[in-house]
């Protein structure tokens, strides 16, 4: 009885090596184009894995949307058949209201802000929080300001939007946004969107300059206004199913490679808005800026939305209010 006490503990001891220590291939999800600077940070990521696992722990990048659109790929996260995403934060507000907070007009003076108070205990705090969906949140990456772009209207004020259908994320805050500035929200996921600008089953759209350019949005919807209505991060989140197969150890490998990659991503984020906006300008787009009062028009508009999605939050809303940067 006891020799098979003993043998059975040795097996699972060397079962529990041999798992540890072992060999696989990952898959990550983007729908954004290749080159786009958040498929550039995930295959830092992707690289910084390989090099501290020393090639046992491999991430494979699928960019353009090709394992499914942002929604569906945080679901196959959740159940496991994908096991990483790197996705605009929106979409999971729907089991981590928290998100929405995130994502209120005007919340962040500037980037630096915001990534300040994103990497500070408030950002971990939300992030640990997600496990309880299935989801480990590994790293924030930038996705600049969100201002609204149109195929034929040129837009100045928030009443030049009335009457507009807008192309939105799949997301009750960015729903309520576009009707309160007067236009009809149309949800529609990010990899039809070129298409539904093109046929006119929307008039505009509403995103960063690389979304706007590296999307060839610029081609059907020419004219952007910066209004930069919102700030919507992004985050590099990992299946909680495959995180509890790896080791400690390779979990902090993996953390830490996702947190060291933000780097790369912030870079290519600022080098590529500002050659989209040159890119598109030299193609036939216009952009046009707007003095502060002009941009204060739209967010006197959105206002409402604070109290709405911030009910059960204010903590939250208030730590991120008065949060203090450090120089
Ligand atoms: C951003 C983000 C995408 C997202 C898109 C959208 O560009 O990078 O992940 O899908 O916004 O508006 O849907």
Redesign the pocket.
Known sequence: MKKVLVLVLASLLIFSFAVSAQEMTLRLA???PEG?P?VVGAKEFARLVEERTDGRIKIEVYPGGILG??SSTIEQVQFGAIDFV???I??MANFEPAMNVLSLPDLYPSEEYMFQVLQSEIGEGILEGLKDAGIVGLTWYD?GA?SFYTADKKVTSPEDLEGLRI????SQLMMDMVEALGASPTPI??GE?YSALQTGVVDA????Y??WYY?SHHEVAPNFVEDEHNR?P?LIIMSKITWDKLSAEDQKIIKQAAVDSTEVQREAWDKRTEEAKKLAVEEGATITTLTPEQKQAFQDKVKGLYPKYSEGYEDLLNSILNFEMEE
């Open positions: 983007d729908n954004q786009y958040t659109d942002e790197r996705t605009s929106t979409p996705a969100r192309r939105v994320q799949e996921a990010w969107v759209g509403e995103n960063n690389p979304g999307n919507i992004e």
